[in-house]
């Protein structure tokens, strides 16, 4: 169940800070408005989402594999406005019965797991028919420029010292292969100033489970 990147996670969790406050933040409320019900999070990090999730929701349970934003996250849990429970489990196994989610949350996890279309496929499974998966992720760009950029990240050291992370991937296309129908998508830049780097293509959208 670990996955252990103990110098990622430390720069991972102080950076969060730092682009919450240059407007990430924002994203993330948006990410998880108007939720109800039972909600997983996929990939929860070191809990930058907890504060964010409605009233209307009865129980989060955040996943995450690292052990170091693990302990963040349940660090974190206290302060979010639901119940919140923090477990081991990876993306590509979750500790979920079959349809038990209202919800399932994927926020920049789906650039770093080792296999799309499997990870989405356990979304699926988790998800009841016609609840929602909500993401929010960067991905592949839109111009021939910084597509051939990303390509060039994803090909030599983005993934070393970004835990896996790939920049390239479509993962707007894999969720509707993985048997979503896509509702909602906002695409954006961020951050949204200055010159673009391989990670600044991002989508926030939701699906529903067919």
Do not use: K
Not at 160 to 186: E, M, N, P, S
Request: charged share 20%.
């Amino acid at each position: 169940m670990a996955v252990s990147h103990p110098i990622f996670a430390r720069l991972f969790a102080r950076a969060s800070v730092a682009m919450d406050q240059a407007g990430m933040a924002e994203h993330r409320a948006r990410l998880v408005a108007g939720l109800r019900g039972r909600v997983v999070e996929v990939g929860a990090g070191n809990g930058r989402n907890l504060t964010h999730y409605p009233a209307g929701v009865t129980g989060v349970l955040a996943v995450e594999p690292e052990p170091r934003l693990r302990a963040l996250a349940r660090a974190a849990a206290p302060t979010a406005p639901v119940p919140v429970t923090v477990a081991a489990g990876l993306a590509e196994e979750l500790p979920v019965a079959d349809a038990a989610a209202d919800a399932v949350v994927l926020s920049l996890v789906l650039c770093s797991v080792p296999d799309q279309a499997v990870a989405l496929r356990e979304a699926r499974r988790v998800l009841r028919p016609g609840g929602e998966l909500r993401f929010y992720e960067h991905v592949v760009a839109q111009t021939p420029g910084l597509r051939r950029a990303q390509r060039l990240a994803d090909a030599t050291l983005w993934p070393l010292f970004c835990a896996g992370c790939h920049t390239a991937r479509d993962t707007v296309a894999a969720i509707g292969a993985a048997g979503f129908t896509v509702t909602r998508l906002d695409r954006f830049r961020f951050p949204p100033t200055g010159l673009p780097a391989p990670a600044s293509p991002h989508v926030l959208g939701t699906a529903i489970r067919a």
